[in-house]
């Protein structure tokens, strides 16, 4: 929107926060010819009809093959013309990962195509609407589902079970004002449509979730100020203790209720939570692993052939110049002198670092992508802060993610690598996720797609608040294996993240298919990758200028520390 207002008349702005004038006129602007140029998010990436585009810029990583080019195809989208594109990377990561991505992109590499299967609050749905239709018997109607892709693999007792929860089998769901949408025989092994379950679903039919904000109240002097609203994504990533930026603000989260979110000002601290961490697509983890056989091929050419043949490398095979290839090569030399090592997709580090506040940074580098590395971030920050007995804030990003602990707590990460690697990963993951906002909300989602919880009774919308207080009073009640808690559990570790990946992870670090370094180094020090971590939790509180200074002042104190520490500091860790 920056971009856009300064070349307003010659350039507009395509968001789907827009209302639908303001995109329809930019759309049909383009068409005829009247705007040179618009910028916009991932709103235009797919079949609006928006006439001849010369040229796609992409700035940053589009995070998945698939993604760059479909958005590169916009341009030139003729039979016989040529799509274009420009990458612009925005840092030293960004730049490999766009480089790894272009290459895979030249070669027909393409992400693999995940499909949700076995949705229970999706069949829900489909089950009241057979009811609708006529009497049915249940194999016939479990015959029917299966023939979909989508759940050609049900169980046949999550069949029933949804069907149970349907007619109302739970008697104490009655209290709570939740009645059932058909009835079903047991005898006789049929179903059919309840009176008024037509009306409730053409009113509360489809998969789109509502989405509201949370408003935030700063607690001053006693008051409760408002000082403005946090997304839904977003909020629901957040937990007590946690620091995030609002109208160029920090503050601290004290607590969070139903719809409110109550901070304190932090005015000294810096932020553990980004703004756009709930807006920013994740990288595939077939990119990712795309990226970590390149980094392992580097470090290997690097100590056995020589500086010369990776810049030949990335010249011949990547399409990079000589300039992005030393740069590259640099980033690569600077890391191993403070951690001896690359991390890769066969080997993950974990280095520590003190910030300026005091606070304890353990940052593991897992080049997995984000949706594993928020799995693994909080089953590592569970434990850890069962250890320490402390809350423990989180940073994640594509290439690792950063555990927060207070000033007065020192994490040991032989200690909790170690707790870690004797738990239950799923069990853990899930006790980690249950009492939070994002269980909260994800289970709302679930149980309007259910119709637990309506969003519209008899042509009157219930507000998200309402639904939220019904939430509260529903979650408690409800056994992990009932369908609705049942599914939520499955889209938030199956769709979200990607806890099946995250586990695969851990079994191959415990068999020794992929080792795992601790750093052993100054911990004032904090290495260049990790500089690329730390700065996406930052990149809030740091304009351009500051960034640059932060990077700045990070190399000149890791080279002056690696220096004065001598060799026996350079490349020192331990292996577990």
């Keep these: 929107e920056t971009v ?13 926060s827009l209302g639908r004038e303001i995109r329809l006129d930019v759309e049909n602007s383009l068409k005829d010819g009247k705007l040179r140029a618009v910028v916009t998010s991932t709103s235009l990436e797919l079949g609006i009809d928006i006439g001849y585009v010369d040229l796609v810029v992409q700035i940053g990583s589009p995070k998945s093959v698939i993604k760059g080019l479909q958005r590169i195809g916009r341009a030139g989208h003729a039979i016989h013309k040529i799509s274009r594109g420009i990458f612009v990377a925005l840092d030293e990561d960004d730049l490999i990962e766009l480089l790894v991505l272009s290459a895979c992109a ?23 609407a057979m009811s609708i239709e006529k009497r049915w018997n249940v194999d016939e109607a479990y015959k029917v589902v299966r023939g979909s892709y989508n759940f050609h693999e049900l169980p046949f007792e999550d069949f029933i079970a949804v069907l149970n929860y349907l007619a109302g089998k739970h008697v104490d769901l009655e209290y709570q004002k939740v009645y059932r949408k058909l009835w079903l025989d047991d005898q006789e092994k049929t179903f059919g449509r309840k009176r008024g379950s037509r009306v409730i ?34 909020a629901e990533r957040l937990i007590i203790d946690d620091i995030f930026v609002l109208a160029g603000r920090k503050y601290k989260v004290t607590s969070i209720k139903t719809d409110t ?45 020589g500086e010369n043949e990776v810049v030949k490398m ?14 590259i090569l640099r980033y690569f030399k600077d890391q191993i002198e403070v951690t001896g090592c690359i991390p890769n997709h066969r080997r993950i580090l974990i280095e520590t670092w003190v910030d300026e506040s005091g606070r304890h940074h353990m940052i593991f580098h897992a080049r997995y992508g984000r949706r594993i590395c928020d ?83 008899r042509g009157t919308n219930i507000s998200v608040k309402k639904q939220r207080i019904r939430v509260n009073a529903l979650v408690p009640l409800l056994p992990d294996d009932f369908p609705v808690i049942k599914e939520t559990y499955r889209e938030i570790l199956d769709d979200y993240m990607d806890a099946r990946g995250a586990e695969e992870i851990l079994s191959k670090v415990k068999t020794g298919e992929i080792e795992v370094k601790i750093v052993e180094k100054n911990p004032r020090i904090l290495s260049p990758f990790a500089q690329g971590i730390v700065l996406a939790v930052l990149s809030d509180v740091l304009t351009m200028e500051d ?19 001598g060799s026996q500091n350079q490349g020192a860790f331990e292996q577990h």
């Design 375 to 457: 799995a693994l971030s909080r089953f590592f920050a569970y434990i850890s802060s069962e250890i320490h007995g402390c809350n423990v804030g989180i940073g994640v990003t594509d290439n690792g993610f950063d555990l927060v602990f207070p000033p007065l707590f020192e994490p040991d990460p032989r200690k909790i690598l170690a707790e870690s690697l004797s738990r239950d990963f799923a069990n853990t993951l899930r006790k980690a996720i249950k009492n939070t906002e994002l269980f909260a909300n994800r289970f709302r989602h679930v149980a309007n797609r259910s119709f637990m919880i309506l969003r519209n009774y």
């Design 547 to 565: 960034r640059e200074r932060f990077i700045i002042a990070m190399y000149e104190q890791m080279k002056s520390l690696v220096d004065h520490a």
């Design 4 to 16: 856009g207002k300064r070349w307003e008349s010659r350039m507009g702005v395509h968001h789907s």
């Design 261 to 305: 979110i109550v901070v304190t000002e932090a005015k000294e601290e810096n932020p553990t939570v980004p703004s756009w961490i709930g807006e920013q697509l994740p990288r595939s983890f077939d990119l990712s692993i795309e990226m970590g056989e390149f980094q392992e091929r580097v470090e290997r050419l690097l100590n056995n052939s």
């Design 201 to 234: 679903f053409y009113l509360n039919q489809g998969t789109i979730p509502d989405e509201t904000k949370y408003q935030v109240l700063l607690k001053k002097n006693g008051r409760f100020v408002r000082v403005g609203h946090l997304s839904e994504p977003f």
């Design 314 to 327: 990335l010249i011949d095979e990547y399409g990079a110049d000589e300039k992005i290839a030393n740069n």
């Design 106 to 128: 030249y070669k027909g590499k393409l992400d693999r195509v995940s499909i949700p299967k076995n949705c229970l609050d999706v069949l829900a749905q489909q089950l009241v």
